[in-house]
């Protein structure tokens, strides 16, 4: 059971905020939208500083508790004798156990509370009602309660944003074997958000490895990430790469018995995937003989961590009655647990159950909602909203944390978005120097997705050196991917100028003209800046062959236009250019 003090900081930031919330609710300018308020950023820390000195103070109380219960202890084994002892043991660790049973059994009352009202909430002050719930729950020591408490700190729900509030939640979760935490604080780390930027630390070997988000799927470098996870202590690296040696690929040929070293490793440091791993390896007599008693005790392991996989394989085990006796009522229950984690299979079961009527009443609607749920497996569209609100309303740190989640669950969309606010600079929670790095890295993988405008900004990063190095042979080459395969007229324009002065490609004056031109056909919205381009090179050319009639004669005078107005000159031009247009206009209107 987690100690009281591990919660106090959500208790209180949670009571301010329901007082805020009532004592706003007659405010007319407040929407429903956004019926709660903001907790301040000084709140918050004075609330942390107070929180950590109870947390001392704790400490010691607890320390002094022990001392004098160990004395008693040994003062009434010193007058009862042996056997009075044992009983008395006995009676304390009976009603110790019944008391932990009642309180775990009252926080698990708590949460499905909270989760009941937040199924059914229609707007912000009933989400914050049933996170009073899932408060209380998490001080009674609930796991589930608690991540959603640090989700809730981490994303900013009801303007309580505090990501070093959040880490700190997180990592204690991590260290109960909770896998949602040990995600959190890996995609935390690949963004440097509220801790050192690592990439070891987070999902890199399973971008790879299923060829998502961005990247293409390449197991050796999934293999490569992994090792190097797993070498700085990463038990979910550790967990992956037995799932590697297990399944079988080119880089990892399938090796049962590599399988189960690297399962254990993860294992004995508590990972749910490593546990649920070594439950896989008996369950079907890999390397090992088939003992469904060994599978099913890790099995319960990793289900107890919240692994929704583990849930799944132990109602299976009871539908299937393999290993065990059939018994339909556990096997719905554990189907259930995986279904509110969104286990397809776990869902795909619980409707077929419902279509049959084993174990529950036959229910052809309710069978229907959960088949189609199954084909409609994304809850994450709430979340693009709240993110987007976020940003609407200012709150651009809690969207950035919101849309870079997204982004690494694979949304083209959400990589553009995280990316357009990190170049923005707006954000706080990560250094300036950083941003561009990031911003790039989105940029990229939002473009191997097919995104035309990503593309083009890489090329742009590229060109003007931002995040990166200036490189415009490498800037070229990705107009070029922009303007064949998506025919975007900007990367048209840009490939065009480029070909014009000779960046990082051959000078080509007649492929210039022919870009330019394909821009403006592209995009009517290319028209006015290809118009004033075409009129620049047609006038520099026209200067040239006018002016400079030698060879010898032009390179000096070229040479020395660039000493003289620098390397820009042409934009001068240009705006000179513009100048004599409006003038004419003005005297042929006037």
């Known amino acids: 059971m987690k100690p ?74 010193r007058i009862k004798g042996i056997q009075n002892k044992d009983l008395s043991k006995r009676n304390k660790n009976h009603l110790r156990k019944q008391a932990k049973k009642n309180f775990t059994d009252e926080g698990d009352q708590l949460f499905k509370t909270g989760i009941k009202i937040l199924q059914q909430s229609k707007n912000q002050k009933q989400k914050a009602e049933a996170y009073v719930f899932f408060a209380k729950a998490a001080d009674m020591g609930n796991l589930k309660a608690m991540e959603k408490m640090a989700d809730a700190l981490l994303f900013g729900n009801f303007g309580m ?56 799927q390449d197991y ?40 189960f070293k690297y399962f254990s490793m993860a294992a004995s440091k508590g990972n749910a995937i490593g546990l649920h791993g070594l439950g896989l390896l008996y369950f079907y007599g890999k390397g090992v003989p088939v003992n469904y008693a060994e599978a099913l005790k890790y099995f319960q392991k990793a289900a107890e961590k919240g692994w929704p996989n583990a849930q799944f394989q132990l109602g299976f085990m009871y539908y299937s009655g393999s290993g065990v006796w059939k018994d339909y009522k556990l096997a719905f229950k554990y189907f259930y647990l995986a279904s509110q984690s969104g286990q397809p299979l776990a869902i795909y079961y619980l409707a077929k159950m419902y279509a049959t009527g084993r174990g529950v009443l036959r229910s052809c609607r309710t069978a229907v909602e959960l088949y189609k749920g199954v084909c409609e497996l994304g809850h994450w569209a709430e979340k693009f909203l709240t993110a987007y609100f976020a940003y609407k309303d200012g709150d651009i ?38 941003m561009y790095p990031m911003a790039l890295l989105l940029w990229n993988r939002a473009a191997i997705q097919g995104n035309a405008f990503a593309r083009v900004k890489i090329g ?32 048209m324009f840009n490939l065009a100028y480029m070909y014009e002065h000779g960046l990082g490609i051959t000078k ?41 009639f030698n060879q010898f004669t032009m390179r000096w005078k070229w040479m020395k236009l660039d000493n003289t107005l620098g390397p820009y000159w042409d934009l001068f031009v ?17």
């Open 161 to 216: 944003q505090n990501i070093t509030a959040a880490i700190q939640l997180y990592e204690s979760l991590a260290k109960e074997g909770s896998y949602k935490a040990q995600n959190a604080l890996g995609f935390l780390s690949s963004y440097g958000i509220g801790m050192e930027y690592n990439q070891a630390k987070v999902s890199l070997g399973q971008l790879h490895l299923i060829g998502r988000k961005g990247l293409d």
């Open 574 to 590: 240009i705006g000179l250019i513009v100048a004599v247009l409006i003038f004419l206009l003005r005297n042929r209107y006037g």
């Open 508 to 548: 080509d004056i007649h492929l210039a003209r022919r870009l330019y031109d394909m821009a403006a056909q592209t995009s009517p919205d290319a028209h006015i800046p290809v118009f004033f381009a075409l009129v620049k090179l047609e006038t520099v050319h026209l200067l040239r062959d006018i002016l400079f």
């Open 4 to 77: 009281l003090s591990l919660l106090i900081e959500i208790l209180i930031i949670l009571g301010v905020i329901i007082k805020n919330i009532e004592a706003e609710k007659h405010s007319k300018k407040q929407t429903e939208r956004n019926a709660t308020t903001q907790v301040s950023a000084n709140e918050l820390k004075q609330f942390l500083s107070h929180i950590l000195e109870r947390r001392k103070l704790i400490k010691v109380i607890y320390q002094r508790e022990n001392a004098l219960g160990k004395k008693k202890i040994q003062r009434k084994l």
């Open 460 to 491: 742009d990063y590229h060109y003007y050196g931002y995040g990166t190095k200036k490189d415009y042979q490498t800037a070229a080459t990705h107009y070029s991917i922009a303007a064949d395969k998506y025919h975007s007229a900007q990367a």
């Open 220 to 259: 050796y470098k999934a293999l490569y990430y992994f090792l190097k996870a797993a070498k700085a202590g990463s038990a979910n690296a550790m967990a992956f790469i037995g799932k590697m040696y297990l399944e079988g690929n080119v880089a990892a040929p399938q090796n049962n018995a590599t399988a």
């Open 397 to 434: 740190d809690s969207s950035l944390v919101q849309y870079a989640l997204l982004a690494e669950m694979g949304y083209e969309v959400a990589q553009s978005n995280s990316a357009f606010i990190l170049e923005s600079k707006k954000a706080k929670i990560l250094e300036k120097e950083k």
